[in-house]
């Protein structure tokens, strides 16, 4: 196996244990192809661990697996077991006669970079983010099978292309195949899932933590669930007993989604709205009363330069709500934005109380589920955070 070596002075990040190396930190770039397992080495001869490789772009190599010990990753048997460390916590934890939809593999988060891999009732949706696991993806197959997974779609990511050349494919990459409409059930709740068409690998299976707390503030609430995409948080309030909910999304085919779940859960239709519409559009204008609104919308920053902009963004967002919500009511307001961090977070949301001049408390901070777990050693794996906030 091809070495990459760490400069003298550099190994400080690999004592804890960070799964990234930069260009910077590299004594010696091995002659390997994109992609391939390299045994990561100090200057002085001593093993690390083992990384993918990708020359030529500024994280060179990310390590999955830190040890002093030669070990023989290139088998089999060495990613049935990784698989089995992820599937352990899944499986004591969250999968259940209630729930059977879930994230098995959180990349870094599960000390797998370069994998996602997100569970469907029997079906799993696997998203290779690097070249190293495009080409180890029938070590992944085989893994999954082994844990009873037979049905395997590939769902490339677009910018997986453009980093590392990974072909984008989407389909069926196991020998079964399954269908792309998958019924899962979540909590008891139940949602049909579009695998193919689908954001992201077809559902939000982040907030499922957090749809859980939304039941203990709707019975008999009046609902507003704005970005409700297919409708986790409203199917969740009309289980808890909320008397109105209106679903808000611009997306026509998310609002399609959410009237499928209606009808799945047996929904009165008299329960529940959907509006096809801008958020922040359709929050100024409405002239309706709410006792508790959701604000979960897409990743306003995407990068570090988008930062001052999406804070403009979730303040207005934030203020509209406190403007409009009943006194006594409940917001349940969040950022998936990796590059916002919980702090600056916070400081928006207490920006956008003090414009609106009410009183606000913090009942609950809330943060992505067990599925989706932070690696200690890896921070930029948090991105999901949450505020419930009494609005007095
Ligand atoms: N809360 C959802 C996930 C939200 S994802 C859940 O629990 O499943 C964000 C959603 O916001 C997407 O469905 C997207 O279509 C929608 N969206 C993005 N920008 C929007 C806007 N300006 N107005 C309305 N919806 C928007």
Redesign the pocket.
Known sequence: MKKLIIKKGRERAFINRHPWVYSGAVQELPEAEIGEILSVYSFDNRLIGYGFYAPGTQIVCRVFEYTAEETDVLSQQYWTDKLGKAFVIRERFILSGQTNAFRLVNAEGDFFPGLIADVYNDTVVIQLLIKGTELIKDFIINALEEFGYKKVYLKAKDVTGRLEGVKTLKGWISKEEGSPEIEIVENGVKFQVNIETG?KTG??LD?RDA?MLIKEYSKGAKVC?????????SLYALEAGAELVHS????KA?IELIDKNLELNGVKPEKHESYA????KFLKKTENKYDLI?L???AFAKTAKAVPNASRGYKELNLTAFRKINPGGIVFTFSCSQKITRDLFRKIVFGAAADAKRNIRILHQTTQPPDHPINIYHPENEYLKGLVLYVE
């Open positions: 954001q559902f939000f907030q749809r669930n704005t970005f409700s995409y297919s409708g986790g948080f808000v999304d611009s997306s998310a519409e801008d958020v922040f959701v979960d919308p897409p």
